[in-house]
Nanobody, 122 residues
Framework: VQLQASGGGLVQAGDSLRLSCAAS????????MGWFRQAPGNEREFVAA????????YYADSVKGRFTISRDNAKNTAYLQMNSLKTEDTAVYYC????????????????WGQGTLVTVSS
């Protein structure tokens, strides 16, 4: 499956931003989708995941209550709605996919898109 992330940009603290991840090549609805991020000088970290059935989601503690992951299987697209952004959310955000498995979570993603840069200024 090929993934294309978009929607990054420069925003101020407290603003909102929505990232999109367009998928092609395989049956999108059979794949769990995840978002990860990597800040300068840091290792890549898990942000959020959504199961292939869409009813299951999983979030990193650092974004819980502020970010929402969703998907539209008809459009082969996953989203990450980011609200109440903080300067520490500044990072390159990557979307990823794995063939469906339980439970939904941060591991074993096989397909990765290019990143989209999110910069949050104070």
């Amino acid at each position: 499956v090929q993934l294309q992330a978009s929607g990054g940009g420069l925003v101020q603290a407290g603003d909102s931003l929505r990232l999109s991840c367009a998928a092609s090549g395989r049956t999108f609805s059979s794949y769990d989708m995840g978002w990860f991020r990597q800040a300068p000088g840091n290792e890549r970290e898990f942000v959020a995941a959504i199961g292939w059935s869409t009813s299951r989601t999983y979030y990193a503690d650092s974004v819980k209550g502020r970010f929402t992951i969703s998907r539209d299987n008809a459009k082969n697209t996953a989203y990450l709605q980011m609200n109440s952004l903080k300067t520490e959310d500044t990072a390159v955000y990557y979307c990823a996919a794995r063939y469906r498995r339980d439970p939904v979570g941060p591991g074993n993603y096989d397909y990765w898109g290019q990143g989209t840069l999110v910069t949050v200024s104070s």
